[in-house]
């Protein structure tokens, strides 16, 4: 059994859809996960906002532009019947977003998944009219999260195994979308088909993940601020789990781990270029030395400062305890002896937040700040990794350093307004040929 999960631009149009019958044509049993169409999810998010802002005339326009796309794309893979199913198939769910967009408050979990759905269900059909039989799975059939939204690892594979009849060889279903306890239609966050991907495939206990995308696997920096990125052939779990958790766009934050658990090799391949080596995630290859910077963007700095923290315990426990009151996750922490900084993402409750630690000190907030994150195995015992890290930022204003926590990344907390400069002043000090560390 292998899992493999194809991204927005993987699936962006007739003729990618149609390239991805050779891809998906193997020996193993396989279990396909689509993404909605590049720019699909976008939109939906934007016909929500414009709906819930009562600007329905916008929102009947991009949900238009949905429309269009699909059925643009359906034009050129169908014909006669086919194409009279696959119009259906578009027509009643962009009935079903126009629908709820008209109601007073619309359903924004729902109108999100439209984009894997229609994908998916094309996609499965086209494959019917060229006769390579498959079976269309319901994401949200199993892919199940628990009270906390998180993912529920023991139902999603008591739920999935029973699907995975013997008559099929050949399984199509949606990254994303999830479903609550109580059967509501929810999603895994932005980019969360890699995550769904490596769900199912630790569910099934596959034998690896490949993870098609729009680049030849995981480069040694962000691509799109960087030039002269390089792909790297290999990484170790905790690599790819710390560059994902700490930006890289190229994987979802969590995707790695249940693959880690399980020791599900993953593959990153380009669909544009299926020959290339692209990047082999797991175990067996654990080399010194840096592989990649990424950097994090919408990180909130805290600082707390009280004289009450000198010498006395259960302080740090007080200042977590506020973030576990609100259910926000700490990123990146350092103490001094008089003060504790730490980050979040999720400024949902930070106004709470900061208004509960004000009653253990001076809180001061830095908004608009990035996380760049230098990882490669056991770099903090390396003293050349570590000088040519800090010689990188010699120019840079830092908030934050975080070295240690784990021996795999050095990390620095500094201005948004910073991020592009301090990536490509690590790409010279780092990967360039002649100082390679
Ligand atoms: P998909 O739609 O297939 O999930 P994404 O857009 O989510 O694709 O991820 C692929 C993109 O991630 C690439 O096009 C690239 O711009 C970006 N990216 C950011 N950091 C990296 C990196 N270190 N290596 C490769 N790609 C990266
Ligand atoms: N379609 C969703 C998004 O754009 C999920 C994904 O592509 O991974 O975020
Ligand atoms: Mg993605």
């Known amino acids: 059994m292998v899992v493999l999960k194809f991204g927005g631009t993987s699936v962006g149009s007739a003729e990618r859809l149609k390239s991805l019958t050779a891809l998906v044509s193997r020996e193993?049993?396989?279990?396909?996960?689509?993404s909605a169409?590049?720019?699909v999810t976008n939109l939906l998010e934007l016909i929500v906002e414009k709906a819930n802002s009562f600007n329905l005339e916008k929102?009947?326009?991009?949900?238009?532009?949905?429309?269009?796309?699909?059925?643009?794309?359906?034009?050129?893979?169908?014909?006669?019947?086919?194409l009279e199913k696959a119009a259906e198939i578009v027509g009643s769910r962009i009935a079903l977003i126009e629908?709820?967009?008209?109601?007073?408050k619309c359903d924004q979990k729902l109108i999100l998944a439209q984009g894997e759905l229609i994908t998916t269900e094309i996609f499965s059909l086209y494959l019917n009219s060229i006769d390579v039989e498959n079976h269309l799975l319901m994401a949200t059939d199993f892919m199940i999260l628990d009270e906390n939204k998180e993912p529920d690892e023991l139902k999603?594979?008591?739920?999935?195994k029973p699907l995975m009849s013997n008559d099929f060889k050949l399984f199509i279903t949606q990254g994303f979308i999830a479903s609550t306890i109580s059967g509501e239609i929810d999603n895994l966050k932005r980019g969360g088909s890699d995550y769904s991907a490596s769900l199912i495939a630790a569910a099934l206990d596959a034998k690896a993940i490949e993870i098609w995308t729009d680049i030849d696997g995981f480069h040694n920096n962000d691509p799109r601020f960087v030039d002269d990125t390089k792909p790297l052939e290999y990484l170790s779990f905790d690599e790819a789990a710390e560059l994902a958790y700490f930006g890289a766009k190229i994987l979802?934050?969590?995707?790695v781990i249940p693959a880690r658990n399980k020791s599900i090799k993953v593959w990153l391949k380009n669909t544009m270029e299926p020959e290339a080596h692209g990047t082999l995630v797991s175990d067996n290859y654990v080399s010194p030395g840096i592989k990649a910077v990424a950097a994090k963007d919408g990180i909130t700095t805290i600082r707390i400062q009280s004289g009450r923290m000198l010498q006395a315990h259960g302080f740090l426990k007080k200042v977590f305890e506020v973030f576990d009151k609100y259910?926000?996750?700490i990123d990146v922490i350092t103490t001094s002896e008089v003060a504790v900084s730490?980050?979040?993402?999720?400024k949902k409750y930070l106004h709470d937040i900061v208004e509960d630690l004000m009653t253990f000190g001076r809180v001061k907030v830095i908004n608009n700040c990035s996380i760049v994150s230098v990882v490669g195995n056991h770099i903090t015992s390396s003293p050349r990794a570590i000088t040519k890290t800090y010689e990188a930022f010699e120019t840079v204003p830092i908030h934050m350093i975080s070295f240690g926590g784990s021996s795999n990344n050095i990390t620095f907390v500094i201005d948004t307004e910073n991020k592009i400069r301090s990536l490509r002043l690590l790409n010279n000090k780092i990967f360039q040929e002649s100082n390679y560390v």
């Open 156 to 160: 999603i594979q008591e739920c999935i």
């Open 28 to 34: 193993d049993k396989v279990v396909v996960v689509l």
């Open 342 to 346: 730490l980050t979040i993402d999720d």
């Open 252 to 255: 979802h934050p969590a995707s």
């Open 59 to 82: 929102a009947n326009l991009h949900l238009q532009e949905v429309e269009d796309k699909f059925l643009d794309t359906i034009k050129d893979l169908f014909s006669g019947s086919f």
């Open 37 to 39: 169409m590049s720019g």
């Open 327 to 329: 259910k926000t996750p």
């Open 99 to 104: 629908k709820d967009i008209s109601s007073s």
